[in-house]
Structure formats: C-alpha cells, structure tokens
C-alpha cells in the first residue's frame, strides 16, 4: 500500500496517522485533557501544532483555545506528549504508547515530585479529591482496616498544588514543574474583561477582585502554561515567563533549543552552565549567532 | 589556387525503388543537364553504397567537377556520408549539397508520380542554385579534454564509467540521490535467471567506488552545462549531507542513537528510515547523511560519532565545476502511481499496489523481511493478481509500451508460486504478452508450467469489499469473449515507466531534445541510438525509453564506446558553419550596438566599444542568429549566406510560385519532422519547397519579403517548440520576436494572413507536420491563384523598394578554390 497520510477528528479526540504497509504511526490528542495552553505549539520542531482562540460568543464564558495538528507536518517525535503538562498527548508506533525522543535520551521527561503519605490520613477525609481542579484524585478508605489509599493520575498533573495547601494535616508534598512569573497589569485590562481567567483549568489562581472588577492572580497554584496568555487580548496586560523546568537529566541540543524556547535564552544557558556543557553552549552560541545578525 | 567557374555534378539515387518506384529519375536527370554550370549528371541504384560513391569520386577527377550534388534522402542522414566522398577525391566537402528528394518527395507523395517528379526537380534546381555559390571552408579544430562526466548511477550509468575508467580515462560520476545504483538496487530478484538483484549489482557499485578512475559526485544536481565537444564546462552543486565524506567510516552508530524516523522514499515509503541514516544497507558511496527537514538538532549523533567527528551541522552546499570531454546521460526513468485513475483505487483501497511496491515486499531485506503480507489485515494473500498496461500502451495516458512490465510480472508470479506453492493463485491480467529476446519465451512458459492463470483483458473496473477488503476485478476475458469477474485478496498494478520528473530540465541544461512521450530523443532511431544531436552527448538506458537491464547495460557499455571516439583523440573537428562579422560593415565602430552580442544564445560574440564584434569562433554553435539580427547585415554565417538562401528562394519561385508553400525549416525540429513524415509515409499535398536552416533564428526578416517578392503562394517558418526545445537554447524565441512584428505589417500591406506561418514541429510529429501541409495547401486553394496573385502584385514596389539593397549587391561571386 503505498503511504497514507490522514487526519480524523471528534469531540473527544483529534488523530494523526502516518500508515505504511506494515508500520503504523499515531498521534493522539485527547481534547477533553487538552486545556489549549502554548507548550506543544512553542517547542514542536516541525511546527506542526497551531493554537487558535476561539471565537467568543456573546454572553458566554471564553473558550480555551484549540489545538491542532498539521498532519503533513508532524514526524511524530513525541516531543510533544513529553512537554503536555496535562497527558493530553499520545504517540504510538504499531499500537505501543511510545515518545521516541525520550527513549533516545533526545528530550527530558517532565518530573512530578508528588510525595502523600496515606498512612495518616483521616479514613472520613477527601478534601484533596474534592479540590482537585482536574478530578485527578481518588480517596478510598477500606472499612475493615481503615487503611486509606490516595490514587493520583500523575500523568495528566500539572502540579498545581492545590491539594497540598489544602490537605488539613499537611501529608501531600508537591514540587511544580513550572516555576516563574505571571503578572497582570490591571491598569491595561479593558474593563469587563476577564478572558483569562475563562481559561484558566486551574480555579482560583486567578480571581475578579470585588474593589475594582479586575482580574488579579494568586500565583501559588500557576501551573505557568500560558493559556491565558493566548486569549488575552491587550498586548501589554498579561505577562508570562517561565524560570525553570523540572525534569530528568538529557544532553540533547533539541532540549536546549526548547528550553530556550519556553523559558528565555539567559534561563537556558544558565540550566547549561549549571551542567558545564562547554562544548553544547558553543554549539548553541554558534546556532544563535545569524539569528543575532 | 586557380579561380574556377563552378562546375556541377548532379547524381541521383534510384534507392532501389524507394526513390525510383515513384519518382521518373531520368526526367529529373534529363532536367538537371539543362541547369546552369552542371556538367556532368548520373544515377545510381544506390548513390550511398561503395559503387555508388566511387562514381562520384571517379566523375570529380574525370569531369574537373567542383561542385557535386546528390539528389537523394535527407541530408540529416546522409551528409556526412557525401562529404567525406568529396574529401576523398580532393573536393573541399563543403562544395556538397544535397537535394532530398525521397523524404520530401517520393515517400510523401507516392500516390502523384508525376507532381512529385516535377518536385524533385525543383528541389535538385534549388540545391545547384545553391551549390553553385558554395565557398570552400576549413573543418576547425579544437583541443579535446579527456574526461568523462556521466549523469545518473543506475546500471546503465554504472556501465558507461565503468567501461571509460577501464580504457584509462578519468570519470564523473554525478548522481543525484545518496547513492548509486537506481532501480535495480530497489529489485528482488531479475528475470530471466531469477538472481538476486542486488547480489549481482553491488559488486559493481563497489568497484565504482574504488576505481581510481571514478569519482563518485552524489546527493549533487547538475547546474548547467557550458562548451561544446571536447570542451564542456560543467557546474555542479553538491547538497550537504552534513556528514564529512572523508571522515564517515559507515558505521552507522549514529543512527541506532537517532530519536526522528522518516518514511524512505528508496523503499517506495513502504518502510521508513533515520533523520540520519543511509537509504539501504549496500549503498555506494557509503557515506551518511542527515536529513535537516526532519532533524530535530539533539546532537545524540554528533555524541555516537564521538572522536571520528564527522558530523558537521554548518555544511553549506558547494557547488563545483568540472571540465569534461564527453557527457553521458543516463538518468532512468520513473515509475508511473495511478493515484489519478479511479479505475484501480489506487491509494483507496489498502490491497492494491504498484509492482515497484511489490518488489520491496518480497524482497527478503524490505519492509516486512520479504514476507508478502496485505497492509488491510497484515495476513497473506491467497490469491494474488497482475494487471498489466497499467497507463501504458493507452491512448489517453502513455501511448507506448513500457517494455519490461511483462517480464517482471512473469518474474513476480513464478517467485510467489514457488515461495508460497500451493497456498497461492496467481493470475495475471494482460493485453499482449511480449517476451522476445533470450530466454524470455521459456520463462513465460516456466510461468504457466507453474499453473500461473493468464487472462487475457483489460480491466474495466475494481471492487472493494469493505468487510475483508478483498478486491473484484472487472474485466472483458478477450479469449472468452464475454465479462468476468476474478476476486483477488491482494492486486497487482504493473505501471508505466515514465521520463524522469526533471527530464525537461536536463533536457534545457544539455540542450538536448525529448520526444513526444517525454523521453530523451537519440539522433537517429537505427544508427545513431545513443547519439543526442549534440555533439558529444550520449545518452544510455532507461532514460531514451525504458528498458530492461541487459539492454541497459549494453547501451552503457556502447555509450562508453561513443564517448571514447572522442576523448581518445588529441583534438576534435567541427563543422565551419560559423559566424563572421565583416569588420568594414559593422556599425559598432561608430555608434553603440552589440545587438549580435546580445542575441547570440551562447554568449560567443564580443562587441567592444568603439570596435567592430568579433565571433569567439570555438564558442559559436552555428546557429546563425546573429546573421538574421544584424541591422547592418555584417554577418554572415559560412555555407548559408544570404546569397545563397537568396538563390535558393529565387529557384524555388521560379515557376508558379503562387501554387507555392516556402518553407524555410530549422534542421532539428521542423526539417526533422519533416522527414520523419516522409519515414512514416504520411502523404500530403506536394506544394512545399523546403530550404533547410540550422535554426530558425537564421530565418532574416528578408528572406520572408524576398518569398512574397518572388510571388510565394505561402511562407512557412519551421521551428521547434517553445521555450525549451530549441537546439540552441533560444533560437526558436529570437525568430519569434522578430516575425511578431513582421507578420502585422504585411497583413497592413494586404498580405491575407494565412499567408504567412510560424509553425512548431518537434521531430518526433510526422504527423503534425503532414496535417500542417494538407491544412495549409487547403487554405492556399480557398484563397485561389487570383487573390493571391493580386495581392502579390500590389505588394511587389513597396518588397521591390525594401529589398533594393540587397538584390542588387555585387555580381555573383568568382570563388576561390581552397
Ligand atoms: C517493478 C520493476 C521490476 C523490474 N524487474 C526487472 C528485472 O527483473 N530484470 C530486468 O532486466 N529489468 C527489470 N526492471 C527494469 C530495470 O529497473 C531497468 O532496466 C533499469 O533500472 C534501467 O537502468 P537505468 O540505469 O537506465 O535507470 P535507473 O535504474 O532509473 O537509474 C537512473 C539513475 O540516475 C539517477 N538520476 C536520475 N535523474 C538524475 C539527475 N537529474 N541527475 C543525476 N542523476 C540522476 C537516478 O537517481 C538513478 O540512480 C524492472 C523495473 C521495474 C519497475
Ligand atoms: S541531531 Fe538529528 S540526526 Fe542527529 S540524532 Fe538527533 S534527530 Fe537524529
Ligand atoms: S548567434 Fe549563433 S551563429 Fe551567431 S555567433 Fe552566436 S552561436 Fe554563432
């Protein structure tokens, strides 16, 4: 069969495959994960992610903005999944759930660090099940032993740390993935607008202040993925940057080039100097040197 | 040296009766005898052969004969012939002309004996006319460069340098994809001996790579071409790899690291390969390379490659120039993906693929290891069918045959009935099966010994059930002689081998011409097979028309041989039909002009100021564009002078020149269509007089005016198509221009415009060219001898008075004896 090319879409899911007479390769959204922020689209080396606003309708809360996949473009790297601080990305080659790139060492995974200790907990308690934004959490407490167990779908935790400043006995420990600043310029925002805050997954980072109707942020629960940068309308009011990523030790210049990217170049070659990576920072110097021209 | 009033010879072939059987040669023989300054006349049975020619040489000796001219075929296969005759008996060659009489003549009018009788005549009148002004010329001699470049490594290619670098001589071979080795690299196994293809054609890769005669130039696109025979410059852009040649030892530790798999377009993108890899295990030269489009830039590789270093990511295209004696092409073919016909459901339904595909699923280092699989459900096949002429041999695709399609298929069926036995049924759908030459025939019998199901059919139509996707052909059985309907679980489609996507480009850089079904076109379809009509430019295999690998290789070997004519020689001989500029008549001295320096095709005039131009005479190709440019007609272009295109022109007219087309056609387009209709027999009205040019570009302005001077019923100017096929690159545009305004004005004058053509006819459109002659003796009688006559009449003061100076130039020459 000579090489198929297809895209298919629904609701729930948007599917790009590459199919050769005997090897099939896949990428998979999942939309109901997918909170439309700009990580996969800032760092594919094929830009072959767009994220687009969508309209909004009069009288209805924003929409968050959609993603979607050039299916001509895409390579199938996994890059992608390996970034999506929600899981909302898959890739599988014949069906196996793979990210070449990690299994290459060309790219970190994402690191979680979410420690709970169960053992202490109260068996009638579930306020971390109820507070987490993503529905990640599940409590269960066997009647006979009292013993509770916590189930955490890691994969799809953005770190927020809901769940940790909440939790009554301080059991969850959690450390972001994300660290960096979000700030707003109220005095830029038009008035009634509250975008942002529309498309935040995460409740309560950020909030209307009662004084004077504008959009303030607690940025102790950021996740620092940027969806709101995205639906913002006013240039100057939302300002996003990210300082540092959390993941697992790589060499890789594809690494650097999207650290680079999601962070700023003084972030990415201080990460590189932390690593003393002589050699990769002239490599880096001499790739950035024509853009500077 | 003597001054000499010219004396004519005229010899004209019966060629057997292929002159004789229509034409009256004794008329025309009696005729020639009452033409000015002919002396002696003779016919020969057969003016070509040794007896034939060795009555000219005796008649030049015995008769003081200075001007010979025989009336026979065309002068594109015989000319040469005729001049080294002259040469022999110690005639100047170029005091020869020919009169083509069969072409024009005996084979296009067959049916009207007589008025093709009086044709002859007036073409033999119109060849002493000009016979009669010939000047003696010096052949020019340039230095030969004795290196080969070679375009395209498949086995043809392969062949031509390898048989060059045996004889001693260096060679270019320039590929354009990573590696050498073409089609047959991609194949299973090879008819007729079923051996393994790449087991016989590595071997000869790596010998490639290691002669010291050879350089391999691959992943490189050929830029353009400059020169002439002996002497071609030649440019060449290398494309990064991003690996150093020198410093990638192959050992591929690169790509177990690499993350990034893209589909491998060398496996018809059945399988897919590394951003950095090579495209199959025995490529030549082995030398890796990354593919940037896919790179994600990790570095994993540079780490894998450690000390040895030899991935460089700032590599930068470089492009080369080369000098070279002699240029082979060969450049394959491609294969035809019949995605635009629905009939097949090609790329709709999963089980229907092209042979090409087939060949990498049986082969045991493919995609799926050589086992032949379906891509709908990953099981194997139970019955499996061919179709054959999948494009070609149809009218609305690919009018001829693909010529090897017959036998791979035979190949493919015998291979899966004798992997699979039993367990599989093979049919093969085809139209004729054609298997000439050793040991095809008892392979096709080896097939149907196998129990291999030949129905002959063409298909109509082809079914998916949607369930299983097993296919249901639709077919008329010929043999049956009513519909059929043949389910098959996977379906086969033996496509046409098409030119190359970049033939027309290559065809522009060389300068060289395709014919109507886009592959590259030889000198001459029996003798000259792997000549082009450049000088020095062969071409071998697939890429004239597709071709088997025996014959491939044969034509590499014999292209080789060519090419070896000329680069084992010091220096090389061309014809004198340049450019000269008369210094005294050029006006440049005195005010700007350089319009030849700047219409001249090849760059070969220089028009400094203050000074007349000068021809770079090495550099001229004779096209005589500059002759028709000069506004002050100080050029002119040896052995076709304005006196003698003028002479020519007067003789065609001389007797009822209203019933008369004039046809002034460029030798390689027009003129050859021309003959090629005669070759074919196509017959039309006998009323065109043709005068041969070089190029169309010749064509002057004046020449047209001095035809409706002369009273010309038509004027038609031959040339070869637009923008690319002109033999000398823009020829073909320059006469374009100037006719553009040329034509208007003599409408304005009361010239009927149908009057007056400007034609395009690629030498491969016989028929063109006979459809042309009928369409326009058609127009002629509409208009009538009256109008036409009428017409003439009121336009002869105002030609009479535009032409003033050149008709009454200078009495006709005394010539000189070289
Ligand atoms: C499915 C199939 C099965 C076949 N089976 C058989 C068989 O069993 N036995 C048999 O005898 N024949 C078989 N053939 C025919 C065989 O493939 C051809 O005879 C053979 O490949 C012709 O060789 P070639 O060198 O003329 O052209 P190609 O093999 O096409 O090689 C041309 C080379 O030129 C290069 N090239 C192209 N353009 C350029 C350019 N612009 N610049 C530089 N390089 C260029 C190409 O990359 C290639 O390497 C089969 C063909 C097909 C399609
Ligand atoms: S740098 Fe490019 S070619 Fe090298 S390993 Fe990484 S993806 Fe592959
Ligand atoms: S225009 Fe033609 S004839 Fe004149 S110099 Fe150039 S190549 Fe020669």
Redesign the pocket.
Known sequence: MPMKIQKTGSDTQLVVERIHHAKNYKLTLDCRLCVGCELCSLICPREAISVAKQPKKDGQKTQHPIIDVDEVKCHYCGICTAICPYGALHVTIDGNNIASVIEKESFPQLIREITVDATKCPTDCTECEEICPLDLIKVTSDPKTNKVTIEIKEEQCPTCRKCEIKCPEGLIRIRKIFTGKLTIRQEKCPTNCQDCLDVCPITDTLYLSEKDGKVYVNEIFCTYCGACKIVCPEEQALELSRSTIHHTPVRSGAWNKALEKLTSTTEMTKELRGKGRKKTMEAVKKRLEPRAK | MVDEQPRVGVFVCHCGLNIAGVIDVKAVIEYARTLPDVVFTKDNRYTCADPGQDEIRKAIKEHRLNRVVVAACSPRMHEPTFRKTCAEADLNPFFFEMANIREFSSWCHPNTPKEATEKAKEIVRMAVAKARLLQPLKEIEVPVTNKALV???????INSALDLAEMGFRVYL????ES?????AQ?D???PTLDC?ICIEGPKMVDVGRHPNIDIISYA??VSVSGYVGNFKVKIRKNPRYVIHEDCTGCGECKEVCPIEYPNEWDMNMGVRKAISIPFEQAVPLVYTLNMDHCIECYKCIDACGARQAINFDQEPEEIELDVGAIIV????D?YLPYDDPLYGYGKYDNVIT??EF?RLILAAGPTGGKVIRASDGEKPHTVAFIQCVGSRNLKKFEYCSG?CC??AL?NAILLKEKYKRDVEVYVLYMDMRTPFKGYEEFYKRARDLGVTFIRGRASHIIEDPDKNNLVIRAEDMTLGQPIELPAEMVVLCTA?VP?S?AGE?ARILNISRGTDGFFMESHPKLKPIDTPVDGVFV????QAP??????VSQGSGAAARAATILSKKKWKIEPIVAEVNADLCKNTQAKCGICAQRCPYGSIEALEKQPAKVITAMCHGCGTCVAECPSDAITQNHFTDEQIFAQIASALEENPEGKILGFLCNWCCYAGADLAGTSRFEYPPLIRPVRVMCSGRVDKDFVLEAFRKGAGMVLIGACHLPYDCHYISGNARMKARMDVLAPMLEKLGLSPQRFKVEYVSAAEGLKFAELMKEMAAQLQELGPDKVKAENAKLKPILDRMLAKKTQKKPPQIIQKA
């Open positions: 375009i395209g490594g498949g086995i043809a290619g320039l590929e354009k994809t050498i080795g073409g089609h047959m194949l196994k090879t008819f293809s696109d050929l060969a450049t394959g073919f294969i042979a090409l060949e090897f036998m791979y190949k081998a190359r970049d290559m071998a295999g697939s890429c071709k088997d690998i025996p014959y491939s």
